[in-house]
């Protein structure tokens, strides 16, 4: 008999502990997903915007400062879908709904990284999943025209957390919530791109 009730309050005192684990492995993994989403992938940065940050390529001429949200950047244009977008700084919900969006943590065209762009499927990116490897994306700025090539497209589960990092190569990576439904607020997977450069402006040296 006391062996069993050793047996039941060590199971009575063994619940709070292991619900005090799992609330703590819960707030790490969902706390780093909301950071990503608040913080790294939305209008503001962690660390001060520099041209030579997470190894960016400083291009003269090109991005001197990072653009406040909402600025204009350019338009993206896809040919072989039909795609003819304008470009903002950041990826709010409001800036989507009228464009593609910039995520300020990456890099921005002319940089070495991952430069990503993000819209909205049922909207802006309506035709993205008919994109093949081998087509081209142009980003048209203020600067020239950046040309980039498609080498992939995949979908993954929208809590993906190998989408949006830092890369040593120059990639441009278009990300958009799939599947691309009109009523689908809430989507439970990503539709990816990934493109290479081709061409970029000459430098301005200035």
């Known amino acids: 008999m006391r062996k069993l009730t050793r047996i039941l309050l060590w199971i009575v005192a063994g619940i709070p502990a292991l619900l005090a684990v799992a609330g703590i ?3 790490a993994v969902f706390g780093w997903n909301t950071v990503k989403q608040t913080v ?39 040919p072989a879908v039909h795609i003819t977008a304008p470009t903002v700084q950041g990826t709010t919900l409001a800036l989507l709904k009228k464009s593609v969006g910039h995520y300020a943590a990456s890099p921005l065209p002319g940089q070495a990284g991952n430069v990503v762009f993000s819209a909205l499927g049922n909207i802006t990116f309506r035709n993205l999943d008919h994109v093949k490897p081998g087509e081209r994306v142009i980003f048209h700025s203020r ?22 990092v830092p890369t040593q190569a ?5 990300t958009s919530g799939y599947p ?4 689908d607020l809430s989507p439970t997977e990503q539709f990816i791109v990934w493109a ?11």
């Open 25 to 27: 492995t819960a707030t």
């Open 40 to 78: 790294l992938l939305a209008d503001t940065l962690i660390f001060p915007y520099r041209p030579a940050h997470l190894q960016y390529r400083k291009v003269p001429g090109f991005w001197p400062t990072l653009p406040e949200p909402g600025t204009a950047l350019g338009t993206l244009v896809i």
């Open 143 to 164: 600067y020239g025209s950046f040309v980039y090539r498609v080498v992939r497209t995949s979908i993954v589960p929208q809590t993906d957390p190998n989408i949006i």
């Open 170 to 174: 120059s990639q441009l990576t278009l």
């Open 180 to 183: 691309f439904v009109s009523h």
């Open 196 to 206: 290479t450069p081709v061409s970029e402006p000459p430098h301005s040296g200035t």
